[in-house]
T-cell receptor, first 115, second 114 residues
Framework: AQSVTQLDSQVPVFEEAPVELRCNYSSSVSVYLFWYVQYPNQGLQLLLK??????LVKGINGFEAEFNKSQTSFHLRKPSVHISDTAEYFCAVSDRGSTLGRLYFGRGTQLTVWP | EAQVTQNPRYLITVTGKKLTVTCSQNMNHEYMSWYRQDPGLGLRQIYY???????DKGDVPEGYKVSRKEKRNFPLILESPSPNQTSLYFC?????????????FGPGTRLTVL
């Protein structure tokens, strides 16, 4: 089974500052990578995903993530955050070697944006 | 509007009283699954279903049952709830269960077992 590590449980930042949310995964086999966001009192929604091709993936709301195979990382970035970005962010991985469409989630990173 | 719905959204119950949380999707998705979310643990998969009458265990299936008699519905059943099942539950669906699919999540059901 995959293991997904989100290195920071909480990230506080001021509005308009850049932010990076870190994600590492365990497997050396090929994987598909996802970032989901959960706004307060809502379900999760997809921010972006990496399937193949360019290692820099752009998602909704100005977020982007970079796949680094050698470091088994998929860090999420935004150059300038807004208060509305306050939410919990989950990194998830599916294993190309698995026969099942399973998603393995990290423990989440709470991003809090202060005015 | 394409969506995944769950009912109820909030439920307080007592130990041992059977309950069912319903999940329905209107996107004709084949794959559906249930997760529980606990603080500091992220989301863990309870059960999933690849299609009608095809279900299998996820990572934390103990104490739960599911059924998939219709494509759109995937209820989660707790036959004898216990306090350690107090959690936030999410139903999700995707088109085919492919490893590249986006999963669509319901709004969540917050369950408290006293």
């Amino acid at each position: 089974a995959q293991s997904v590590t989100q290195l920071d449980s909480q990230v506080p930042v001021f509005e308009e500052a850049p932010v990076e949310l870190r994600c590492n995964y365990s497997s050396s086999v090929s994987v598909y990578l996802f970032w989901y966001v959960q706004y307060p009192n809502q379900g999760l929604q997809l921010l972006l995903k990496y399937l193949s091709g360019s290692t820099l993936v752009k998602g909704i709301n100005g977020f982007e993530a970079e796949f680094n195979k050698s470091q088994t990382s998929f860090h999420l970035r935004k150059p300038s955050v807004h208060i509305s970005d306050t939410a919990e962010y989950f990194c998830a991985v599916s294993d190309r070697g698995s026969t099942l469409g399973r998603l393995y989630f990290g423990r989440g990173t709470q991003l809090t944006v202060w005015p | 509007e394409a969506q995944v719905t769950q009912n109820p959204r909030y439920l307080i119950t007592v130990t041992g009283k059977k309950l069912t949380v319903t999940c329905s999707q209107n996107m004709n998705h084949e794959y559906m699954s249930w997760y529980r979310q606990d603080p500091g643990l992220g989301l863990r998969q309870i059960y999933y279903s690849m299609n009608v009458e095809v279900t299998d265990k996820g990572d934390v299936p103990e104490g739960y049952k599911v059924s998939r008699k219709e494509k759109r519905n995937f209820p989660l059943i707790l036959e004898s709830p216990s306090p350690n099942q107090t959690s936030l539950y999410f139903c999700a669906s995707s088109s085919s269960g492919s490893k590249t699919d986006t999963q669509y999540f319901g709004p969540g059901t917050r369950l408290t077992v006293l």
